[in-house]
Every structure is written in structure tokens, then in C-alpha cells.
């Protein structure tokens, strides 16, 4: 039994007698023809002429070219991917007198307006509503590029899509079709514009046919409303509702429709998990769970065609080193072909780690070439520099000029040479290289307001081009489900739907209107999207549609909140009986939850110890223990393991450098002011001097550091920010009672065993009273609450670590551990201390509120913790046992080692299921 999606009798006489059908898209034909062939009981038969109206008006036109009949042969058909570049170009060069931030959206938006406007709007009608309201400026600047566009377009003897059906159909009145074109059947076009209208009134002796007007199935329809706590709660229950149908129903035509394209992601993999789990790791390429009516993954976004722009792209003078890291390590091509493949690898990975590792966004093209070329450094690559120096030759040979075909043909020519694509292992990459041959070969035959231009600029129009092609989906007659937005089902019929997202945000969908034509022009002529009145229209018509397609039942859901808003149902929903979510469904979902969880496997902790052995000596600094009392994971990761998290890459200067800098600032500050009594008995200018000379230490490392970055006007800028914060923490500095700095930047040592530290402490004031205090800098905008240190495992244990040491290092008495916070938005002191002598900054521990401990009963504990933490991590202690997952698993980088968010994951499934 056949699966129904379009019923074929009220269409079959038309096409038994060779009527030509006209559809509104690839899906109705689709749906015709497999079900036209599963009709027949011999399956050997000519192919019904059934065409989408666009490629009807494409080959038609195609058609009249080739017999040379004007003006088709001398006006060439191009795609909306080719106009959306010629608008680009447009807009690029207008850009000294009208300043865009983004060409590319905003030649996106005017070429849809474009469209739009010409299939609604009569040519005379837009010509003169926009010369009348060339008062806005918006719309002045539209006319402008339209002018351009049509010029362009007649200079080259270009004609886009909705041009030509206009011509096509005053042709039609002039001169008729040809002969064997005459008899036409108008299958389901629902509120079709009025060019397509018009377009069809030409047509000789049209008939419209409507498969699912009758209405029949809606009277007894089930309708039923579902609400659910979250998105996810809401489409995993859709997949498990379709898996109970089909278990039930196999040839079943199951529609879920969605409000909102976003989801299909999420739709996607929810029904591979559900329908067909073995298929949930395999190349999605490979198995599609649903008919779709287009694939939101463009050419672009596909790693093997990224990876071919990440290539191209190495002519430029400076690289993202992400894009690097990500060639370095790319199976989809052999950057180094050489027999000595396992050192070149090596070399690879080892040229990778040195990139993360420096942090920096981006680097320039000369340093990345400095790695590879010199023989005596540990990166050399004959081949991958040699590669890099054939590139940048054969753009030179062209003077980085070049056609469109000499840059289609060089850019050939380099993938080749550097190994793209590799090793083809699938059908889905084979269709890729196909997608990217037939893109450059569209990008060799297009015309150019420049007839030669830089490799940049095709660069960029051949990555136009590959962003808005999307990836073709293959209609399959075997698959019972579609998912479609409500627009793509309309013209369908389904034995079940689902609708998902039914709130009251989304149905009807929220107007967006064109931002190039009039509103008044949009509302006149009741342009889609236009107005809230047509779009209640449009969302009515479609939705009743929709309940006359359903045959069985129809499911209408929605969730209460996204975590910013609370939703409600769509009022289109009040007929709908409302029905609480499956209990079952949420039983069979945790199951299959956590059954899929731990087949990764992750079901057994291993609990064993590794003690330190004897020979076994761990050195480092008050990280070690911070990250054994935070995570004994950690801790031995980072210090048994000597693991490296790859380090996040930020850009401009870095804050560890900025960091860095702060301290080399203050260290060369309190050099020149000792104590209190130095700080008021200098003259302002003098201390203005030493803040000017602080300053500029700390800019001369950063300018070691990051030489290409720092420009003399960003070196000023750095300077003065450095001086103008070294000024208000002065002013701090003058309101502390009596104080004499006695050590800067001090170093101590310490071992527990077969864990030797290393401290060194920003500085050590000597009070009033003769006792110490120990000051730590810290210029993020983070820093430790001295109340976690009273915690039973604190996650940050530096401050009562550098108490403890320096005690047992005979600095004593101790009074006082504070942390100078010295940042943009906070320049202040925090801490703990016996007495009021440090600063007023920091309360007697005496008069804190929130412990009632005493300053000796706070700092035995913090020895007692210390002791028996250093003692842990000697004993091997190594459990995943995080403090706080929320903090303390953020940035530690070690979750895919540790698979602390696999363990959690099932718990909050767990969690959220009951909940709902």
C-alpha cells in the first residue's frame, strides 16, 4: 500500500490526456509522480509533464533561446543566487556615497524587495510610487539600485526570473506558445501572485484543479492541543508520537509542520533518535528520518567546501589561526605529501599546539611562513611551504587580476595541488565536489561590472555564491514523515499532523515587512508580511487548508517558556481539545535518554587511587592546590596527566597579558613608594612621573608580546589606560593607615611530600603594629570571596595557601591576606584580616557578620584544609567530583576527558521529564 500525499484522482484524467501540469513547487510534483507510478500496474511508462512553475518558465524560455527566437536568445536566464550577486556588486560600489556596515545582507534584502515588488506590483504603478516617495530615504536609495540593476542587466543582456515570466507572458500575447504547449491543468496554487495570475490568463485554455478543496476530512477530524514545559519536552514527544503511529500505520503520511524553520535541527535528530537510532552517529548525508522541503544548510557551511575556501583564502596576508589549526588537521586534504607521512603528521599536530597555545585570533601570513620555511625550527614543512609559495606565485602570474574563468581555473588548480578533497569515502562528499564543480563553473561564466578583478574580490563572490546555495534534498518515497513549515505543506494531504510551536508569538507569524518599499505601497497592494490584517488572512487560509488536508488527526503543541518568556496557545487553537502530555511518553523518553547516555559507556567511575611514587616529584604553584580542592580530577589532569586544555582564544591583546602587564606596572610603581610616609610626601608630579614610567614598562612587554598588534597610536591608548588605573588604586592607597613595603614579587618554596610549590606573592606590606599583611593583585573582574574560604572545599585556596606558607617560612605574625582588585570597573580591597590596621577596606574578622570564628580558629582551619588536600593529592586521589559543576566545570576544558556533562545529563533528563 502506497503512501497518500495528494489525491490523484481528481488530477489522473488530466494527465492521461497529456495535459501539462503546473505546480508551485518541486514538493507537489514530487508527490504526484510517485504516486502516479505507484498507480500503474506496469511501472515502465513516459514521465508525466508535471513542472514547478519556476522551472517551466525556465525551460521554456531556455527552449525559445535555442531556436533563436528573440528576445530569449538574446537575453540569458539567470538564478536568483546570480541576481543576489549582481545586487552586491551594486551596492559595493555605491557604498563611498551610501555607507553600509553589511553588502551582503543588505543585497539580500533589496533583491528580495525586488522580487517581491514585481510580482505585486504592475511596473508603472512601482515606477511612480517610488519617484513619489524618493522623499524617504530608504526607499530613494532602492530606486537608485534598482536603476542600476535594470542597467546592468541590459548592458549584459541579463534577465532574472520574475522579469522573464513578465516578458514571457506579454510574448504569450503577442505572438501565442508553442504549438504542443496548449493544453494546461493548474494544480494547487493557492493565492498565487498576481504576475503568476497574469502569467497564467495567457496560458490557452487553463484549468485549475484544487485536490483537497472539499473539505471532507475535517468534519470528523480529531483535533487535540498539547502543552509542554520546554522546546526539547515539546519535539521529543512529537517523535515518539509518530514512532506509536507508524508502529501501528507503516504507510501512514505524517506531517509535522513547524511555525518556525529554526527547529529542524533539533526535529531532525530527535527523529533519527527515536525512528532509527542506528543511524543517529552515521553521515546525515547518508539518512534523512524526513522529507524536507529545503535543507537550511547551505554549500558553504558543509566542512569539505569550507575547507576549500580555508585554502584559497591562504594568498591573504594574515589568517585566523582557528582556520589554521583547522587545515593543519583537515582530513580533506594532504597538505604534505611526503613518504615520511608520520613525521609530518607530527609535525602537524606539534605546529597546531604552538598556535593555541600563543592564543592570539589571528596571525600573519609572513610569521606562519617563518614557522614552516626555516630548516632548524621544529615546524619545517618543504612541502607545505613550498605549496605556499606555488600559491601566492601562480595569483601573481595573473598581476592579481584575473576573468572569472582565469580565477575558476586557478582556483582548480590549487585545491589540486594541495590535496582537495582527499579520500572520497561517501556519496553524500561525492555530491559536494559535484555542488562545488558546477559552482565554479557558474562563477567562470559570470559577468562583472569589473571585466578583471583581485583574488580577494572573487573570493568573495564565489563564497557569496556557495553561502546561498542550499543543499539539495532528494525526495525519498519510502519515507512516511515530512516535516514542512505551514506555507511548504499547503497543497499536501497527510493522514496525521503535528504542529509544533503554536503559541501565540508565532501563529500568525510576526509581519516583516520590506524595508526598501513604502509601507503604504506594501498595504495598498496587501503584500505578504506586509500588514497585521493580511497576515491574519494569509494564517487563516492556510491553517484551514491545513484541517481539510488532515485525513485522522491533527496535534497542535506548544511550550510555556524559552527560559526569557512565557507563551500561550494560538488563539487559532480554541477548537482544539486539550489533552495532558503522555505520562508513558515521558517514561519511554527517560529511558531512551539514558539508555543512549550510557551505551557511550560511561556507566562505571573508576574510584582507583595513584599515589605519587617516590621518584615521582610534582612541582607547580597555589593552582595545584586550588584545582585538587575544586576537582581532584583536575588536578591530576592538569599535574599528573601534564594535560593542556586548548586555551580560548581572544581577540586583540589577551587578558592573561593585560594581567601581566598590570603587575609589571605595580612591581615597578611600589619600587619608588615604599611605605605611606614615601606615598604623601610625593609631590604630584613626581608621582605622575611614576605612573608615566610604570606605564611604559608594562607597554614595552606587551609590545614583546604582541608586536604586530601594537601600533604607536594603540601603544598610547595602552599606556594611558595603565596610568589612569594605576592612579585611582593610589588614591586607595593613600587612605590605608600606616604601612612599609618590605617584599615585591617575593618567591617561596614549599613541599608536602612529593609535591614541591612554588609561590611568589605580589607583595608583603609590614603594618603599623609589626605584623604582615599579604597582598595578591588580581585585575580580572572575578575574584574569590573571602567567604568560600570558610567552604569545606573552597574552589580557590591561593590567599589562605600564601598564610600558610609564608608562616611556616618564619613571616610572623601574620594579620592580614587581602586582594587588590585593579580593574576597569572595580578598584577596591577585599580579604581578611585580625584587625582594622590593613585598611578600613576590610573589616576586623571580629565584626564580620557572616562567621563567628576568630582570626587564629579561621587560619587553623585553613592549615588543617591545606594539609589535607596537599595530603590527597600525594595519596592519588582523583575522583570526578567537582564542587560546583556550574563553576568549576565552565572553563576547565577538560570535559571531554572527564565526561562530567554526559554523567549530568542524565540526571537533569531525569529531572526535566519528571518535572513535566
Not at 10 to 28: A, E, G, S, T, W
Not at 271 to 285: D, Q, V, Y
Not at 511 to 530: H, V
Not at 677 to 697: G, W
Request: aromatic share 10%; with cysteine; net charge neutral.
Amino acid at each position: 500500500m502506497e503512501i497518500n500525499r495528494i489525491n490523484l484522482e481528481k488530477i489522473l484524467p488530466y494527465i492521461n490526456d497529456d495535459f501539462i501540469l503546473l505546480v508551485p513547487n518541486q514538493r507537489i510534483k514530487d508527490a504526484i509522480i510517485s504516486q502516479y507510478l505507484e498507480s500503474l500496474p506496469n511501472k515502465a511508462c513516459s514521465t508525466p509533464a508535471i513542472f514547478p512553475i519556476d522551472i517551466f518558465v525556465k525551460k521554456h524560455w531556455e527552449l525559445n533561446a535555442r531556436k533563436l527566437i528573440q528576445p530569449y536568445c538574446n537575453l540569458q536566464l539567470i538564478s536568483t543566487r546570480e541576481e543576489l550577486l549582481i545586487w552586491n556588486e551594486i551596492i559595493e560600489t555605491s557604498l563611498q556615497s551610501i555607507p553600509l556596515l553589511n553588502t551582503e545582507e543588505t543585497a539580500n534584502s533589496a533583491s528580495h524587495s525586488y522580487r517581491i515588488a514585481k510580482q505585486w506590483i504592475t511596473n508603472e504603478i512601482l515606477d511612480k510610487e517610488l519617484s513619489i516617495n524618493s522623499p524617504i530615504k530608504d526607499t530613494a536609495v532602492f530606486s537608485r539600485w534598482v536603476k542600476d540593476y535594470q542597467k546592468y542587466c541590459q548592458k549584459h543582456q541579463l534577465i532574472g526570473l520574475v522579469d522573464a515570466m513578465l516578458t514571457l507572458t506579454e510574448e504569450r500575447k503577442k505572438n501565442g506558445l508553442a504549438k504542443y504547449l496548449k493544453k494546461f491543468v493548474l494544480v494547487n496554487f493557492f493565492n498565487p501572485p498576481p504576475l503568476y495570475k497574469l502569467f497564467f490568463k495567457a496560458l490557452p485554455n487553463f484549468v485549475e484543479v484544487f485536490t483537497n478543496s472539499d473539505g471532507g476530512y475535517a468534519l470528523n477530524l480529531k483535533k487535540i492541543k498539547l502543552e509542554f514545559q520546554s522546546q526539547n519536552s515539546e519535539i521529543k514527544n512529537c517523535a515518539i508520537w509518530a514512532k506509536s503511529i507508524l508502529k501501528k500505520y507503516p504507510n501512514a503520511h505524517i506531517g509535522i509542520i513547524t511555525t518556525e524553520k529554526s527547529v529542524r535541527p533539533k526535529v531532525e535528530l530527535a527523529l533519527k533518535n527515536t525512528l532509527a537510532p542506528e543511524h543517529l552517529f552515521t553521515n546525515p548525508a547518508n539518512y534523512a528520518p524526513a522529507n524536507m522541503a529545503s535543507n537550511d544548510k547551505t554549500l558553504f557551511e558543509h566542512a569539505l567546501i569550507y575547507d576549500a575556501f580555508l585554502i584559497l583564502k591562504l594568498s591573504e596576508d594574515q589568517y585566523y589561526t582557528d582556520d589554521i589549526i583547522r587545515l593543519l588537521q583537515s582530513p580533506y586534504l594532504d597538505i604534505c605529501q611526503r613518504a615520511q607521512e608520520d613525521q609530518e603528521n607530527e609535525i602537524s599536530t606539534s605546529l597546531s599546539n604552538k598556535l593555541r597555545q600563543q592564543a592570539n585570533p589571528t596571525i600573519k601570513g609572513r610569521e606562519f611562513f617563518n614557522f614552516i620555511k626555516n630548516p632548524d625550527s621544529p615546524f619545517y614543512s618543504k612541502a607545505l611551504s613550498s605549496q605556499l609559495v606555488g600559491l601566492r606565485s601562480k595569483i601573481r602570474r595573473i598581476k592579481n587580476l584575473g576573468t572569472p574563468l582565469e580565477w575558476s581555473l586557478l582556483f582548480e588548480d590549487i585545491l589540486s595541488e594541495f590535496g582537495w578533497p582527499g579520500k572520497i569515502i561517501d556519496n553524500g562528499e561525492k555530491y559536494l565536489v559535484r555542488e562545488w564543480q558546477e559552482l565554479l563553473k557558474k562563477f567562470s561564466a559570470l559577468p562583472s561590472m569589473s571585466p578583471r578583478f583581485s583574488c580577494n574580490v572573487a573570493l568573495i563572490k564565489l563564497q557569496l555564491l556557495a553561502k546561498k546555495t542550499l543543499q539539495q534534498n532528494y525526495y525519498n518515497t519510502s519515507l512516511p514523515v515530512s516535516f514542512f513549515s505551514i506555507s511548504e505543506a499547503i497543497g499536501l494531504e497527510f493522514d496525521y499532523v503535528w504542529l509544533l510551536g503554536m503559541d501565540d508569538h508565532r501563529w500568525p507569524e510576526p509581519i516583516n515587512p520590506s524595508p526598501f518599499l513604502p509601507y503604504s505601497l506594501q498595504n495598498k497592494f496587501n503584500i505578504p508580511n506586509s500588514n497585521c490584517e493580511t497576515q491574519l488572512d494569509t494564517a487563516l487560509l492556510q491553517f484551514q487548508q491545513l484541517l481539510i488536508s488532515t485525513r485522522i488527526a491533527i496535534n497542535a503543541s506548544y511550550h510555556q517558556s524559552d527560559g526569557n518568556q512565557e507563551f500561550r496557545p494560538s488563539n487559532f487553537l480554541k477548537d482544539f481539545n486539550p489533552e495532558a502530555a503522555s505520562k508513558e511518553s515521558d517514561k519511554l523518553l527517560s529511558e531512551k535518554a539514558i539508555s543512549q547516555l550510557d551505551s557511550m559507556p560511561i556507566d562505571q567511575v573508576d574510584t582507583e587511587k595513584f599515589a605519587l611514587t617516590a621518584t615521582e616529584n610534582i612541582t607547580g604553584g597555589a593552582s595545584i592546590i586550588s584545582d585538587q580542592s575544586s576537582c581532584p580530577f583536575k588536578a591530576f589532569a592538569l599535574n599528573r596527566l601534564k594535560l593542556s586544555p586548548q586555551p580560548s582564544i581572544e581577540s586583540g591583546i589577551s587578558k592573561t597579558a593585560r594581567g601581566t602587564a598590570i603587575h609589571i606596572a605595580l612591581e615597578t610603581l611600589f619600587e619608588k613608594i615604599t611605605s605611606d610616609k614615601a606615598l604623601k610626601s610625593i609631590s604630584s608630579h613626581q608621582l605622575s612621573e611614576y605612573f608615566t614610567e610604570a606605564a611604559v614598562a608594562a607597554v614595552e612587554f606587551l609590545s614583546k608580546t604582541h608586536r604586530d598588534l601594537l601600533t604607536p597610536r594603540l601603544k598610547n591608548i595602552e599606556q594611558q589606560r595603565i596610568y589612569r588605573l594605576l592612579s585611582k588604586f593610589i588614591e586607595l592607597e593613600k587612605e590605608r593607615p600606616k604601612f612599609k613595603v618590605v617584599a615585591r614579587e617575593e618567591t617561596l618554596f614549599f613541599k608536602f611530600e612529593n609535591l614541591k610549590l612554588t609561590l611568589r606573592i605580589d607583595r608583603i606590606d609590614q603594618l603599623e603594629d609589626g605584623s604582615f599583611a599579604l597582598i595578591d593583585y588580581k585585575t580580572g573582574k572575578y575574584s574569590p570571596s573571602p567567604k568560600s574560604w570558610n567552604d569545606d572545599r573552597p574552589e580557590d585556596m591561593q590567599l589562605p595557601l600564601y598564610y600558610y606558607i609564608a608562616s611556616k617560612n618564619k613571616l610572623q605574625p601574620i594579620n592580614a591576606v587581602a586582594i587588590a582588585n585593579i580593574n576597569i570597573e572595580k578598584i577596591n580591597y577585599t580579604g581578611m584580616a585580625s584587625s582594622d590596621k590593613f585598611s578600613e577596606k576590610i573589616k576586623a574578622i571580629d565584626k564580620e557578620t557572616w562567621t563567628k570564628l576568630s582570626w587564629e580558629q579561621a587560619t587553623n582551619i585553613w592549615v588543617e584544609k591545606i594539609t589535607s588536600i596537599a595530603s590527597e593529592f600525594n595519596q592519588g586521589e582523583c575522583a570526578v567530583n567537582p564542587v560546583n559543576t556550574a563553576s568549576s566545570c565552565t572553563y576547565c576544558g577538560l570535559q571531554a576527558l572527564c565526561r562530567i556533562q554526559e554523567l549530568t545529563d542524565i540526571q537533569r533528563v531525569i529531572d526535566e521529564d519528571f518535572n513535566s
